[in-house]
């Protein structure tokens, strides 16, 4: 008698029933995929006709995505599509995987439960945390800078304006305002129309620009105006056109900007408000700086018109702001992985990559939800999330195990019953065989 057939069938069941059981425990597994096992029956050569049972010839994996489940954290991130995250284990070697549940530690390094460290495009220069994120090149450990982003000065400003072509020229002003001059002197200051915003200092200090804009009297088409920082006019005598931040703006026939200065087509001027000593030193500066360095501006008008409508700020926007702390992070869909600070500046800190392999299921599994590549695998192949055949990286998101826990229980019933079947062979040959002994 042979009991050779059904102890195999008894083998390759149990070792079913681990696989199954393997599923089962971790179908809760954030990226977990489970496996299957690939049965092959077992000849003893080419004339064999009786076969000798059965082996589990692979345990292949299923890479088919789990459902994705929202967190609404922001390091909680799944891959929509193909990809996996590469990650540097604690010995350096990299591993990939599809758990997407990261953290910072203490050094600001992206690190998932098993402190394996999440890898991607860094800064050019990890010594300046604003440096620019250069793609390509060999991924790196994120890690994100926790300084303050300093302070920066203003030394653009774009502006839009419409000035009411219906406006009277010259002395019929209707708006008049107090401002000083050098010397801190009170002046008035007549004008037709005047805007007001903020800019920054050197230091982050809030600044206020005040532009007075008055018909010129002479010229229909010509606007002029006076420049104030902080309500100061360095220079000004009370006539528009004396202070040290005047201009003249132009008008064609059809409302366009024409020229500023007299300069045919120019369409930005420049500003300096320098705390420079004035006629008299015992009054103070012309402009007050606190320590701040000079401020040069250059203002842009392009798109600012005449047509017979109200005198308006159509659009405003300056490059300066004051110093802020980190606040928070955000991951985008391509991987960008932004820093957020109190003043509302961003600055990419990272870009996340993602891995692919010619045969995902030649990977070979490592624990820790991670796997490691092999030559069956062949060597990953690293990109950005959005782009050829990788997904996108989803924040707030996670991805469940593609454990489908009803098919994998049905899956045991069925490996039970067929452990059973080989344990009743083995019964029937014994008691064969007892009754050959008993002959």
């Known amino acids: 008698m042979s009991f050779s057939q059904a102890l195999s069938g008894l083998n390759a069941q149990s070792e079913n029933l681990k696989i199954l059981s393997n599923n089962i425990a971790n179908s809760q597994t954030v990226g977990f995929k489970s496996s299957g096992a690939l049965f092959a029956d077992v000849f003893a050569g080419a004339n ?54 990261f953290t910072q530690d203490s050094e600001g390094f992206l690190v998932n439960a098993a402190n394996q460290r999440l890898t991607g495009y860094g800064l050019a220069d990890p010594n300046e945390p604003f440096s620019e994120v250069v793609p390509g090149g060999a991924p790196q450990a994120l890690r994100i800078p926790q300084d303050d982003i300093p302070a920066n000065a203003t030394t653009e400003v774009n502006a839009t304006f419409n000035l009411n072509a219906s406006t009277p020229t010259g002395a019929n002003t209707t708006q008049a305002a107090t401002v000083l001059d050098e010397n801190g002197v009170e002046q008035t200051v007549n004008y037709h129309f005047s805007n007001s915003y903020t800019i920054y200092d050197s230091l982050g200090n809030e600044r206020n620009v005040t532009s007075y804009f008055t018909k010129n009297a002479t010229v229909s088409n010509k606007w002029d105006v006076e420049v104030a920082l902080d309500g100061v006019i360095g220079g000004f005598d009370g006539n528009i056109g004396s202070g040290g931040n005047h201009f003249t703006t132009e008008f064609d026939t059809n409302g366009g900007l024409s020229g500023i200065d007299a300069t045919t087509g120019a369409t930005s001027v420049a500003l300096s408000f320098n705390d420079s000593e004035p006629t008299n030193p015992a009054v103070g500066t012309p402009y007050e700086l606190d320590g701040a360095e000079n401020l040069a501006i250059t203002l842009e008008l392009r798109g600012t018109t005449q047509y017979n409508n109200d005198s308006v700020q159509n659009t405003l926007s300056q490059d300066g702001y004051t110093s802020g702390s980190l606040a928070g992070l955000e991951i985008t869909n391509d991987g960008r992985v932004i820093r957020l600070f109190t003043n509302e500046e961003r600055r990419d800190a990272g870009q996340i990559v993602l891995a692919n392999f010619a045969n995902v299921e030649g990977l070979q599994p490592i624990g820790d939800n991670a796997w490691r590549e092999t030559n069956a695998s062949g060597v990953s192949v690293i990109g950005t999330a959005g782009t050829g055949v990788y997904g996108t990286i989803e924040s707030g998101v996670l991805e469940n195990s593609n454990v489908e826990l009803a098919s994998q229980l049905v899956d045991t019933i069925v490996a039970q019953r067929a452990y059973q079947a080989n344990s009743t062979t083995i019964s029937t040959q014994d008691e064969i065989l007892q009754t050959i002994i008993n002959l």
């Open 48 to 101: 064999s006709q009786v076969g000798l049972g059965v082996s589990v010839a692979d345990v292949r994996q299923d890479f088919t995505a789990g459902d994705l489940e929202n967190t609404g954290r922001t390091l909680d991130l799944a891959v929509a599509g193909e990809g996996f995250y590469r990650v540097e284990q604690v010995n350096g070697e990299a591993a990939f995987t599809r758990n997407g549940e």
